[in-house]
Nanobody
Framework: VQLQAFGGGLVQAGDSLRLSCGTS????????IGWFRQAPGKDREFVAA??????LTSYTDSVKGRFTISRDDAMVYLQMNNLRPEDTAVYFC?????????????????????WGQGTQVTVSS
């Protein structure tokens, strides 16, 4: 699965961005999906995840109430509102095959084998 994330950019604090991630010509319906980010000099960290079925979600504490992960058959999205300078990072999507009906989401980088190219988000103060 070749994933591509896009939608990043340079914004001011308080602004919004919507990131998208998909793979051309292939459904993501068989996967649990996660968003991660990596700031310069830091480890890649969990941001949000959603299960294959029923749309269960999980968020890291720092983005709760500001970010929303969603999906359709072909894409996964990360709506980011009220952005802060500390949200500045390269954002990556990742997928993990999941059994039909699975409501499990995954929050560790080690859970995922398939990663997309990241998209840069820069938030100025």
């Amino acid at each position: 699965v070749q994933l591509q994330a896009f939608g990043g950019g340079l914004v001011q604090a308080g602004d919004s961005l919507r990131l998208s991630c998909g793979t051309s010509g292939r459904s993501l319906s068989d996967y649990a999906i996660g968003w991660f980010r990596q700031a310069p000099g830091k480890d890649r960290e969990f941001v949000a995840a959603t299960s294959r079925s029923r749309g269960l979600t999980s968020y890291t504490d720092s983005v709760k109430g500001r970010f929303t992960i969603s999906r359709d058959d072909a894409m996964v999205y990360l709506q980011m509102n009220n952005l802060r300078p500390e949200d500045t990072a390269v954002y990556f999507c990742a997928v993990k095959p999941a059994i039909k009906g699975s409501v499990r989401y995954y929050v560790s980088v080690y859970d995922y084998a398939n990663w997309g190219q990241g998209t840069q988000v820069t938030v100025s103060s």
